[in-house]
């Protein structure tokens, strides 16, 4: 059949196919037009809008949490910086068999050293026959290392640990000005100690004394070595025969040969028995509460008997610019050491504490003195030791008898009191309280005056003469400095910067929370305003289309 005009208008009259909804041109492929599949993903995606918007919010409340627990937990580090820094460090200073603190005391690690000064007295003869001025000839220093180690320790459950201390000497010679078989002449001191302990005795007792006195040929002056005054001691007859009759006269006689350091080379029981704070509360840390199983020596009147401050090796930290407190076996007191200046050492900053006139001042210029006094006060400069050793008539001062009463000074020749040279002191670092540097110096003086119990002393001149002196010198080495250095310094600026880094990173953390909130809050539709979805954007493409 042919097709005709009428054919063609009626196929053109035909409805045009029709592909996905959409009406297809004559002639043209039948399939997705390129308006159809925008469309398409757009469905999908409208699908997954509201699970995307959701893990969009969720996304920002997490970083907005965690900026504010980072910045809440940096506020609270850089406010108690401070605090979190000394709970640190207290637990690193108190002593317990693990810590920090406890190795540094335990065998003191810096170097100690001991110089010995003797005072040599040149003129001995003119002055026991003619009353001279005694002239005087410092010889030394005769240097020793000395070490430390705490033994027989218990720590026990009230915060206190319990110990002895064994302190061992070596001669140094290289650094010594002297040898220890150089002579040195003078006084007997076993003569003045047996003086002093017949003196409440019989009449028939003092001829005795005298008799043997005579017989042994003992003198007023004696000369022995160094090592002999020392460490090594010597013998004499009168400590002989004292120790034959101690039971019949009820005598003490502690040494059976004398030296102002016999016995004491590694002994582990001269210095006594200790009983200190162990620093559980930190401003206890050090204190003795008792040595030699009491609180109060016998040496001295209360209340210049208590044993108050440290055992001098262990200050607590935190120091202010008042004073440092010790006891001191050696001389059976408490010494506090006011405050002097600032000082630095090794790049580490520290309170000097130095001793002044007041310390041993007559009661008239320190009214605290009386009860150190033992019945008659010496002169200013002076302490009066006699109960603490034995009887004996020994006096303490500082070296060439700094700050003493002029007159007394005067009774001999050769003293030059210099305080550079003759005080003490002693370096803390203030933070932890560790000792940086320390100079102990003391001198220990003879009393020599009449006597008429004993022929030998019955026409002399008083002079409280000196006998030795010694500096106890302690310094921190740079490592050890650097040590500290770390601890006061460094982690301190660390703890402040990591602190405040955390806070400043919340900071951050929070700010761009709230700035991806208000972006996100931004975009959603204004009410009124249709919504995006996929049957306003087809429509829309078609009305473009057409």
Known sequence: MTVGKDDAAVKWLRPPEV????????????????IAAPAARLAVSNRRLPAAMASSSACHRGLLA???????????????????FDAILDKKLELTPDSEGYGFWHTMPVPIFIKFYFWNVTNAEDVVTNHAKPILQQLGPYVYTEKHLKVNMTWNANDTITYMQVKTWHFEPDMSAGRLDDNITSLNVPLLAAAAMIKDMDYFMKVMFNEMVNNVDTQLFITKTATQLLFDGYDDPLLDAAAVIKYLVNITIPFDKFGW??????????????????GAEVTQLGRLHYWNNTEKTNAFEAPCNMINGSAGELFHPRRQRDYVEFYSTDICRSLRVPYKEEMSMYGLDGYRFQADEMMFAAPETNPDNWCYCNGECPPAGLLNETLCRFGVPAFVSFPHMLYADPAVLDQTVGQEPNETLHNFNIDLEPLTGVPLAVRARFQINMLLKNNSDVDLLHNVSSVYLPMLWFENTVDTTPDIADQFVTIVQTVPTVMSAGSI???????????????????????RPKPGEEPLTASSTTSSLSVTDR
């Open 19 to 34: 592909a996905n909804g959409v009406p297809v041109r004559q002639g043209a492929a039948v399939g997705p037009t390129p």
């Open 66 to 84: 965690a900026g504010a627990v980072t910045l809440v937990i940096g506020v609270l580090a850089v406010l108690l910086n401070q605090q979190l």
């Open 261 to 278: 350091f016999y016995s004491r080379n590694g002994s582990n029981y001269y210095d006594g028995v200790f009983n200190m704070d162990t």
């Open 501 to 523: 880094t955390l806070a400043a990173l919340g900071g951050a953390l929070l700010l761009a929370g709230l700035v991806l909130v208000v972006l996100a809050r931004s975009r």
